[in-house]
């Protein structure tokens, strides 16, 4: 997983379809779909997340969801590489209960892929 922080990070967030967050004093592990995709990525106005302070935002609040991983140091290994559907499949194995996301981001929470 990637740790950077700073405007980096931003860019890769702002205008992305979905990010892969973990917050490592929870354990869990979450997905913030859009509300509106870009599926071609160009970057078009009103498409994609967006980012105010520390708050992520136009994120389908129904889609996005955060599940808790019992055995964090063994399954944190799923979310690696570079492929949407690696994420996804990861996903779904984890088999606690989904959560909704609230769209605040801590120090605790590490931005796993943006794509």
Aim: hydrophobic fraction near 35%; proline fraction near 4%.
């Amino acid at each position: 997983p990637s740790y950077r922080v700073g405007l980096e990070v931003i860019e890769e967030v702002v205008n992305a379809n979905e990010i892969w967050v973990y917050n490592t004093k929870t354990r869990k592990v979450g997905v913030y779909h859009a509300m509106s995709k870009d599926p071609r990525g160009l970057g078009r106005p009103g498409s994609g997340l967006m980012v105010k302070g520390t708050t992520i935002q136009d994120f389908n609040e129904d889609l996005s969801i955060q599940k808790t991983l019992r055995k964090p140091k063994e399954q944190i290994n799923n979310w690696t590489g570079n492929a949407k559907t690696k994420f996804a499949k990861a996903f779904e194995e984890v088999k606690t209960t989904p959560i909704k996301l609230n769209g605040r981001m801590n120090d605790n929470t590490i931005i796993l892929k943006a794509f």
